[in-house]
C-alpha cells in the first residue's frame, strides 16, 4: 500500500471543452480535449506518471465525466472548493491566473493538504441532489413572482404571473413526485428518510436534501457534521479583543435549503428545539443567532440518530 505522501498527484483545471492538467512532482503540464478520446489520452498518461489522487475544482458539473473515468481506471478522485484553491494561491502569492496556472494551483494545493480522501461517484446521490436543486430554483421563481403579485400591476401582468405560477406549482409537484420515487427505490435512502422524517417538523423535501447533499450523516463526527454543512462557529479574537464568532464556508445550498424548514421546527413544530430556541432568546440572543444554533444542534442530533440508526425520541435527544 502506497503512503498517502508518495501518492503521485495531479492537478486538473475543469473547462467546458477542454482540462488541463499538471504534475508538479514531474513539472509537467498537458491539455486534453473533452472528449471520448481527450479523456482516454488523460488516463493513459496519467498511468504513464504512476499518478494515485486526482485533484479538480467543483465546476458546474463539467468535472463529473472527468471523474468518474478517472475513478474507473482506479486514480483516487477529490473535489476541492474552488474558493480555497484560489485564497491558497493568493496567499502564495501567485496573482496570475490562467488554466495552466489554476492546474497547478491546484495540485499545489492538493499536496499540502493531502489528508482529505477522495469522493466515490454515487449516481443515485447527485440524481437526487440534481432534483432537490430543481426543485429549489422553481420555488425561489415561484417565491418571487408571488411577492411581485402583493403590488400593485396592470392586469395582463398579474394574470400572466397567475398562469406562470399554476404551471410551476405543476412542475414543483413532478419534481416532488421524482424525489419521492428516487427515495423510495433506493433502499438507503429510504432507511435515512425514515429517520429524518421522524423528527418533528421534517417533511420529505428537507430528507432529501439531507440525504443528498448530506451523506457524511452519521459517520462523522458532530464537530465535523456541523462543519461540513456550514454551522460551526468559528472565532474571530485577536489579543485582548473578542470577536462575534461567525459561521462560513460549508454546504451553502443545504445549508440555505434547511433554513425555513428548522425555522418552523424552532418555532412551532418540534418541542424540543422550540424550548431550547426560547431560552436562547431568553437569554438576549439575537432570533438569528438563536435559529442557527438550533440548525447546529438539529444536525447534530440528526448525526447521532443516524449513527444509531434510531428514529427520534424526544427523551434522548433533549438539548441543553
Known amino acids: 500500500m502506497m503512503a498517502q505522501d508518495d501518492l503521485v ?5 475543469v473547462a467546458k471543452d477542454k482540462v488541463d492538467a499538471c504534475i508538479r512532482r514531474f513539472k509537467l503540464r498537458q491539455t486534453f480535449p473533452n472528449t471520448l478520446q481527450g479523456r482516454r489520452k488523460l488516463t493513459v498518461w496519467l498511468r504513464k506518471y504512476q499518478v494515485g489522487k486526482a485533484v479538480m475544482e467543483a465546476s458546474g458539473g463539467y468535472e463529473r465525466e472527468w471523474r468518474n473515468v478517472l475513478h474507473s481506471a482506479g486514480i483516487e478522485v477529490r473535489i476541492v472548493d474552488p474558493r480555497r484553491v484560489r485564497n491558497f494561491a493568493l496567499s502564495a502569492g501567485r496573482l496570475a491566473k490562467n488554466d495552466p496556472i489554476d492546474a497547478e494551483m491546484i495540485a499545489w494545493f492538493a499536496e499540502t493538504f493531502s489528508q482529505a480522501p477522495g469522493q466515490v461517484p454515487d449516481a443515485a446521490r447527485e440524481e437526487l441532489a440534481a432534483l432537490a436543486k430543481a426543485r429549489k430554483a422553481l420555488v425561489d421563481v415561484k417565491i418571487r413572482l408571488q411577492a411581485q403579485n402583493e403590488h400593485a400591476a396592470p392586469e395582463p401582468a398579474r394574470k400572466a404571473h397567475a398562469r406562470i405560477l399554476k404551471s410551476l406549482a405543476a412542475e414543483i409537484d413532478k419534481l416532488e413526485a421524482a424525489i419521492s420515487a428516487k427515495v423510495k427505490a433506493t433502499p438507503e ?55 462575534e464568532r461567525h459561521i462560513k464556508g460549508g ?8 433554513y425555513m424548514p428548522c425555522l418552523g421546527a424552532a418555532t412551532q413544530n418540534n418541542p424540543v428545539l422550540k424550548a431550547f430556541y426560547q431560552r436562547l432568546i431568553a437569554k438576549g440572543k439575537e432570533p438569528k443567532v438563536a435559529l442557527v444554533a438550533c440548525m447546529r444542534k438539529l444536525i447534530i442530533v440528526l448525526n447521532t440518530m443516524l449513527a444509531r440508526r434510531q428514529k427520534w425520541n424526544p427523551g434522548c435527544h433533549a438539548v441543553a
Open 189 to 243: 435512502f429510504a432507511e435515512r428518510a425514515e429517520i429524518i422524517q421522524s423528527v418533528p417538523g421534517l417533511a420529505q423535501t428537507t430528507s432529501a436534501i439531507l440525504i443528498a447533499g448530506m451523506p457524511e450523516l452519521g459517520q462523522v463526527s458532530d464537530e465535523v457534521a456541523a462543519a461540513l454543512i456550514g454551522l460551526a462557529p468559528y472565532d474571530d479574537d485577536s489579543g485582548k479583543r473578542r470577536g
Open 251 to 258: 454546504r451553502r445550498w443545504v445549508r440555505n435549503a434547511i
Open 9 to 13: 498527484v495531479v492537478g486538473i483545471d
